[in-house]
Nanobody, 122 residues
Framework: QVRLVESGGGLVQAGGSLRLSCAAS????????MGWFRQAPGKEREFVAA????????YYADSVKGRFTISRDNAKNTVYLQMNSLKPEETAVYYC???????????????WGQGTQVTVSS
């Protein structure tokens, strides 16, 4: 009943920035937490950032602290991930998910988008 569609991915040079968006439709998610994960080919899914239902609390993987910012606009049913100073090793498919909103564990999230490709060139 819930659909998540990521957008905003693309090709960027190392040190550049991208802003990802995740638009939700169907069942309301205003009181659900949301998270961003990424997965590179041949590697496991990795936690990036999370935000609680109100947007008042955010959580980040240590590797992205100070560079990435997660935010949400519940009126638009949209979550964002602003990514600055991107590194080549961060090339991956980035996924938006609904769930715990404070956990690094992908198992704590119930709904997932299709993902958007982010490629960071060196």
């Amino acid at each position: 009943q819930v659909r998540l569609v990521e957008s905003g991915g693309g090709l960027v040079q190392a040190g550049g920035s991208l802003r990802l968006s995740c638009a939700a439709s169907g069942r309301t998610f205003s009181r659900y937490g949301m998270g961003w994960f990424r997965q590179a080919p041949g590697k496991e899914r990795e936690f990036v950032a999370a935000i609680n239902w109100s947007g008042g609390s955010t959580y980040y993987a240590d590797s992205v602290k100070g560079r990435f910012t997660i935010s949400r606009d519940n009126a638009k049913n949209t979550v964002y991930l602003q990514m600055n100073s991107l590194k080549p090793e961060e090339t991956a498919v980035y996924y938006c998910a609904i769930g715990d909103g404070s956990s690094w564990d992908a198992g704590e999230y119930n709904y997932w988008g299709q993902g958007t490709q982010v490629t960071v060139s060196s």
